[in-house]
C-alpha cells in the first residue's frame, strides 16, 4: 500500500495552480504587517497588544486592525493634523 501524499492532489487540481502566487505575497504583507504592528506596540508600551500580535497568525487582518484602530502613534498624528 502507498502511503498518502497530498503533493500530486495539488498538483491534479487546476484551482490550486491558479491561486499559488497568493501564498508568497500573503506571507509578504504578513511580515510587514506584523513587524510594523509589533514595532509600534512596542514603542507604545502596550505589552498586551504585542503579545496578541506575536502569537496569532491571521494574514495580516489583526495587525492591520490593530495599525488602523488602536494604534496610539497613529492617534497622535491624525489629531495633530486636525489642528
Not at 495539488?10 to 499559488?20: C, V
Not at 502569537?55 to 489583526?62: A, Q, Y
Request: glycine share 6%.
Amino acid at each position: 500500500m502507498m502511503p498518502f501524499s497530498p503533493i500530486p492532489y495539488l498538483s491534479q487540481n487546476p484551482g490550486f495552480a491558479a491561486f499559488m502566487w497568493m501564498i508568497p505575497f500573503l506571507v509578504l504583507i504578513e511580515i510587514v504587517l506584523k513587524g510594523l504592528a509589533l514595532w509600534r506596540s512596542g514603542r507604545a508600551n502596550q505589552p498586551y497588544w504585542f503579545v496578541a500580535l506575536l502569537i496569532v497568525n491571521s494574514v495580516g487582518i489583526l495587525p492591520l486592525i490593530y495599525l488602523l484602530a488602536f494604534d496610539p502613534m497613529r492617534q497622535e498624528t491624525k489629531g495633530k493634523k486636525s489642528k
